[in-house]
């Protein structure tokens, strides 16, 4: 049997009425989520039924303009209904970061790798998640290239089969076309954004920054990048290991 795996940036606690039916329906395997507030990790766990590992990145305890509540610590998660034989994690910003007010902005958060090793059937799956530097207007900068290097560094010593998460680059730019040519990209080429275009706060943005990347061990089908969720699309996916 595949794994069904999705991965959703969603963005703090806004769109918890939207994302709660949207897994039910799904049922996934693994859940890959940006954007997370450590205090609401046990109401997610009470919804989805499913143990979770958690990487913080920042912290928010400012007003801002980018709808994230003062709920403190924000990171990264994996939910599995699958039995976790490991996990780890590592941080690889190139640049010193102040997490202290989280702002979306280049060195506002700290950038990590989290990963887990989840069985299937007899089969183990090293799947891992992110989310990437950010820089303005779908730019490459100086800023993400050196963290990108570290990352791809990182990925070297990890070795996941699954990378996936928010990169907040665009495909067809540098920083997500260097890591196509290290995993294959397999959101379907005709989509050309993940930024939900009625949920997001800002209108009209083109760009496909999620990511749902495979080692050439996996064999993906099924997979579909869905609206409607959160301000960035979910992509849903189904992975197996190639005979």
Known sequence: MALKLLTLNIEGDNHYDTIFPFVQKENP????????????????????????????????????????????????????????????????????????????????????LLWVDVQKDGETFR?????????????????????????LESLQDVEPDVLCGDFNAPRGKEIFDTLATHFTDNVPKDITTSIDQNLHRVKGLQYMVDGFFTDKSITVNDVRVIDGVSDHCAIVGAIERKL
Request: with cysteine.
């Open 29 to 112: 395997d693994v859940i890959c989520m940006q954007e997370v507030y450590k205090v609401d990790l046990p109401h997610l766990q009470e919804q989805l039924h499913m143990e979770y590992v958690f990487l913080p990145l920042s912290n928010v305890t400012a007003d801002n303009p980018y709808r994230k509540a003062k709920k403190g610590i924000e990171g990264v998660v994996v939910f599995s209904k699958l039995p976790v034989v490991q996990s780890g994690s590592c941080y690889y910003e190139s640049q010193p970061v102040d997490t202290s007010i989280h702002d979306s902005s280049p060195g506002g958060e700290r950038r990590g």
């Open 127 to 151: 799947i891992a998640t992110t989310h990437f530097t950010w820089s303005p207007n779908g730019s490459v900068t100086a800023l993400q290239r050196g963290d990108l290097k570290n990352l």
